[in-house]
């Protein structure tokens, strides 16, 4: 399917969902907010944006979204999991906590917070495999870092504290927010595989 056109989800539990909806709909896609099981049918792909994955996960039991989430992603639904969205992607989270449920879309374990009390919050110009128009601007906040990487899963890009960007099929999960710094060759990319 050509990325025109495409309905795509953003899980809109919690925390703004709008950026991500901007994003889609500059690149011609159609943007579905998501909130309830009933709206995740007929969408070609799902973006998880940030926030907190310990509160996502809870959202996404009381919503009813986790069963049907979990059967479409078990279909193969294209996923985008940003920071908070690549912790729930995750197969294993180190540092959640012990009622924080991530969905195993992607062979990858992450590190919440991984960049400690100096490094809350900061930008970095990353090299992206691949990614043609030079380096990407990441906007990092309180972000994880991936500290397992299982067979099957490209590495994208990386910091010196592991990596941060990797695709696994038509799932591609960031540690940062690819919404926040005006660039939107990601979520191109992202639209291109769906
Ligand atoms: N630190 C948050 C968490 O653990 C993620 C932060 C973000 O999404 N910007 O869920």
Redesign the pocket.
């Known amino acids: 399917m050509r990325a025109s056109g495409a309905k795509v989800g953003v899980l809109a539990l919690q925390g703004p969902a709008r950026l991500h909806a901007r994003a889609l709909a500059e690149l011609g896609a159609e943007p579905v907010e998501v909130r309830t099981p009933a709206h995740l049918v007929g969408v070609d792909a799902l973006v998880i944006p940030?926030?907190?994955?310990?509160t996502?996960s809870l959202l996404l039991d009381s919503s009813g979204v986790r069963g049907a989430l979990e059967d479409r992603v078990a279909d193969g639904l294209p996923v985008l999991g940003?920071?908070?969205?690549m912790?729930m992607c995750a197969a294993a989270v180190l540092g959640g906590r012990v009622d924080q449920h991530s969905l195993g879309i992607v062979d990858i374990d992450v590190r919440?917070?991984a960049f400690g009390r100096q490094r809350d919050s900061f930008e970095a110009d990353l090299d992206v495999e691949g990614l043609p128009g030079g380096r990407f601007p990441a906007v990092f906040?309180?972000?994880?870092v991936v500290a397992r990487v299982g067979p099957g899963v490209e590495v994208l890009a990386g910091l010196a504290e592991g990596p941060v960007l990797c695709r696994s099929g038509a799932v591609l999960v960031t540690a940062f927010?690819p919404e926040l710094g005006g660039d939107l060759r990601l979520h191109q990319s992202f639209l291109e595989r769906i």
């Open positions: 940030g926030g907190e994955s310990t996502l940003t920071c908070a969205g912790i919440r917070n906040i309180r972000a994880p927010h």
